[in-house]
T-cell receptor
């Protein structure tokens, strides 16, 4: 099993709808979870981080963490065309000296 | 806050030359910085962890003699690609940890290297 898995997409979502991005991880000892947004040709930009089970909201973004299921998701409400990007999930892993491991990313396309 | 800069943003060089890329934390001190490379449509690949005042820790498969990393101050880390070849053409991105009790990384804008 890969350490951090994401569906590569593309995920197409109509403008104004909720985009749901999912990520699973293999290390039960992981404590820190991050979502980054990366536009084509640009470097990643931190969107949110979450450490505790449950939901964390920041504006239109909500991160959801379920450690029992080893699952973290990112919801984007009222999706805008400017949200079209690749979203990278990143997780710390005790198996790799506490390094942050990035998933391959999910391409999100918001349809105007 | 937490701004990381990289210079240059783009570089084109001939095969066999060496290229130095600078990564600076502008408004904070970064004890730890990371260097990644990213090929088109691929995810980030961690190359090395750079700690101020000590030798960098390289990931398996990354040649430390080819990718020289120097982290001489709390705000500057450099990556030198020595004797660059076309297969080294990639997007190189640095990131920095804000403080020592965090694992949140902030990324620089990246450097696109093209080796002819």
């Amino acid at each position: 099993q890969k350490e951090v898995e994401q569906n590569s997409g593309p995920l197409s979502v109509p403008e104004g709808a909720i985009a749901s991005l999912n990520c699973t991880y293999s290390d039960r000892g992981s404590q820190s979870f991050f979502w980054y947004r990366q536009y084509s040709g640009k470097s990643p930009e931190l969107i949110m981080f979450i450490y505790s089970n449950g939901d964390k909201e920041d504006g239109r973004f909500t991160a959801q963490l379920n450690k029992a299921s080893q699952y973290v998701s990112l919801l984007i409400r009222d999706s805008q065309p400017s949200d079209s990007a690749t979203y990278l999930c990143a997780v710390d892993t005790m198996n790799r000296d506490d390094k942050i491991i990035f998933g391959k990313g999910t391409r999100l396309h918001i349809l105007p | 806050g937490a701004v990381v800069s990289q210079h240059p943003s783009r570089v084109i060089c001939k095969s066999g030359t060496s290229v130095k890329i600078e990564c600076r934390s502008l408004d904070f001190q970064a004890t730890t910085m990371f260097w990644y490379r990213q090929f088109p449509k691929q995810s980030l690949m961690l190359m090395a962890t750079s700690n101020e005042g000590s030798k960098a820790t390289y990931e398996q498969g990354v040649e430390k003699d080819k990718f020289l990393i120097n982290h001489a101050s709390l705000t500057l880390s450099t990556l030198t690609v020595t004797s660059a070849h076309p297969e080294d053409s990639s997007f190189y991105i640095c990131s920095a940890l804000v403080g020592i009790w965090t694992d949140t990384q902030y990324f620089g804008p990246g450097t696109r290297l093209t080796v002819l």
